[in-house]
């Protein structure tokens, strides 16, 4: 055995031994997670030295055609290569040594993708009830030429789907967030993952980079730790205002507080919290023991309160700007909110459950106490082109 085939399969069983046994019915989540993973395990192994390299094993588990969107290129059907290629034994030396070359990059690649596809699949096997995949088990052969990506789609097509209710929780989650980040970038990231989130949930009601925008520039004038970086904000041209411009900025300024405050400071929920505006009087000084203030404490205290109402009123002017932004979106907000409480509705009078539900039932056409309705199923000549990969009549 190669040491390729044996790193493959090593990564493979590592990962398997943290990611917990699922008993139930699936969640897109919970799928799109364990994806993710085994995607990241999969990428960095050597593969494809037959054709330089421009494939590699997330292939496996991944979508076909998503696949082929990423990387250009679809990922191809791989055989047991044949045990002699022409010119092996050719008398010219330069066809000879092409020959077994190529004979022995098509001899690791398979084994390679042998190996990761049999490690994968045992994974999924051991992770997944037999409930949601059992009507891809073949009568003679088992699950034995199922392959991961093939588990993949059909998983996906009988987990239990994000309900409507989903996207509102996540809108409402993403609005009161920034209080539990350690940083802008923490909270940055977290606007970001949920963004990604909502996609999932539902293409039609993803967050776009406006809500983002609208969420972390709320964020930012009701905390009131970074005032300068709010009036750069308030500042700039509207048509620049945009949520890459508004990371440069608040990165930016979140860093040089961090330079300039080295200790850990503010409250238990983030680390680098700005310290809060003061509240004691404008003079930087009490008065003296003598009783009356000097001239220059007089004049350096209304210095001071002038500052404060230019600070005032830079908030006020900030308010009032993201006021008319919150205006500008109520309309589809609104629309979304509309929407998804009607699917909210129709989801309770279904019973709480996700639409086509989990319940089995005999089918007429395969014969098996199975999730998906009769006109889906694979035995019907209509649906031959959504047959996975290895599927075989269990007829």
Sequence with gaps: MSDYV???????????????PIPGQPTQEELYDIKSKLVQALYPTPFDAEHGAKHNLAGIVMDPAAYTAHFNNPFPTYSAPPAFETDMDSTDVGKRTKANALNKAKLRDYSTFKAASN?????????????????????????????PSAFFTHLEKNCRGRHAMDSLELMNKLQSIYDQCDSVADYVKELEDGQRASERIDAS?????????????????????????????????????????????????????????????????????????????????PPPA??????????????????????????????????????????????????LTKEIAQLRRQGGRASGGSEKKLCPNCNKVVVHKPDDCFELEKNAAKRPNGWRSSL
Excluded: C
């Design 6 to 20: 044996l790193n493959i399969t090593e990564v493979i069983t590592t990962l398997g031994d943290t990611i917990v």
């Design 290 to 339: 003598g009783g009356m203030p000097t001239l220059d404490d007089l004049t350096t205290g209304f210095d001071n309160l002038a500052n404060a109402a230019t600070t005032d009123k830079a908030v006020l002017e900030s308010l009032v700007e993201t006021n008319k932004v919150l205006t500008a979106t109520v309309a589809e907000q609104s629309s979304t909110i509309d929407r």
């Design 205 to 285: 009601t993803k967050i776009s980079d406006a809500t983002l925008l609208l969420y972390a520039t709320s964020a930012m004038v009701l905390s009131g730790h970074f005032p300068t970086a709010n009036e750069k904000w308030e500042d700039l041209d509207p048509t620049k205002k945009t949520w890459t411009k508004w990371k440069e900025i608040y990165l930016l300024a979140d860093q040089r507080a961090n330079i300039q405050h080295r200790e850990p400071l503010g409250s238990a929920n983030g680390a680098f919290r700005r310290p809060p505006v003061s509240t004691s009087s404008p003079f930087t000084s």
């Design 119 to 147: 490690a994968v699949r045992t994974l999924l096997l051991g992770i997944f009830n037999e409930t949601w995949y059992g009507e891809l088990k073949h009568s003679l052969s088992g699950y034995a030429e199922v392959s």
